[in-house]
């Protein structure tokens, strides 16, 4: 099993990880949130896509998520973030109400997770996957258990492909999780065509 240490690192116990195992199917996950402070912040939205190792999708989950009208009001008037995004905060705050509580909506993940993946611990994926599965490990325990301590980053690709290569991909950021999600996978996409047009 997988706990977590007051510093959020990863601690195995009683299991043993295969390092040489190679991943079958990745996890593609976005979630939505007020912003970014774990122990303050809520989350709003959650997208998943299941792809194989092709990126091609498998299955797809997503929902919002319930949450006190007035902690989701209260965070989104201290993130001057959301002033850039009027239409999606309004949205979200006017259908609180009408969304899952967010236990049943890890319930689900973890029951699409095992459906897909058996006993292979998910490969989380994304970009700046960190955050997100910062909130998973605060909020989530159960999904958490279910992830591989190895993630796949796209952002990674993306500083290595700027950086090395002035390469960039143009992606239109539409703060909604599965759109989000969506467009992580057409990233990594991209650059594994460019890399394979150079061969």
Same mark, same amino acid.
């Given at each position: 099993? +997988?706990?977590?240490?007051?510093? *959020?690192?990863?601690?195995?116990?009683?299991? #043993?990880?295969?390092?040489?195992?190679?991943?079958?199917?990745?996890? %593609?996950?976005?979630?939505?949130?007020?912003?970014?402070?774990?122990?303050?912040?809520?989350?709003?939205?959650?997208?998943?896509?299941?792809?194989?190792?092709?990126?091609?999708?498998?299955?797809?989950?997503?929902?919002?998520?319930?949450?006190?009208?007035?902690?989701?009001?209260?965070?989104?008037?201290?993130?001057? %973030? %959301?002033?850039? +995004? !009027? #239409?999606?905060?309004?949205?979200?705050?006017?259908?609180? &109400?009408?969304?899952?509580?967010?236990?049943?909506?890890?319930?689900?993940?973890?029951?699409?997770? @095992? /459906?897909? $993946?058996?006993?292979? !611990?998910?490969?989380?994926?994304?970009?700046?996957?960190?955050? &997100?599965? *910062?909130?998973?490990?605060?909020?989530?325990?159960?999904?958490?258990?279910?992830? =591989? +301590?190895?993630?796949?980053?796209?952002?990674?690709? /993306?500083?290595?492909?700027?950086?090395? +290569?002035?390469?960039?991909?143009?992606?239109?950021?539409? =703060?909604?999780? $599965? @759109?989000?999600?969506?467009?992580?996978?057409?990233?990594?996409?991209?650059?594994?065509? %460019? $890399?394979?047009?150079?061969?």
């Amino acid at each position: 099993m +997988y706990l977590n240490s007051s510093d *959020n690192s990863c601690i195995l116990v009683g299991m #043993e990880i295969d390092k040489s195992a190679v991943p079958t199917k990745f996890l %593609w996950l976005d979630l939505e949130m007020t912003g970014l402070d774990v122990a303050n912040d809520v989350i709003l939205e959650v997208a998943v896509e299941i792809t194989d190792v092709n990126l091609q999708t498998i299955a797809t989950y997503e929902s919002r998520v319930r949450q006190p009208k007035e902690v989701v009001l209260e965070r989104v008037q201290k993130n001057v %973030w %959301w002033q850039g +995004y !009027p #239409e999606n905060r309004d949205d979200f705050i006017k259908n609180l &109400d009408g969304a899952k509580p967010l236990d049943v909506v890890e319930r689900e993940i973890v029951a699409l997770i @095992e /459906k897909h $993946f058996g006993a292979e !611990p998910a490969v989380l994926s994304g970009n700046s996957i960190h955050n &997100d599965r *910062n909130f998973i490990r605060a909020h989530m325990k159960e999904l958490e258990l279910k992830l =591989h +301590y190895r993630m796949l980053d796209v952002s990674s690709f /993306k500083v290595l492909m700027q950086a090395k +290569y002035k390469e960039v991909f143009e992606k239109d950021s539409a =703060h909604r999780a $599965f @759109e989000d999600v969506q467009a992580s996978i057409a990233e990594l996409q991209y650059y594994l065509d %460019w $890399f394979e047009a150079k061969k």
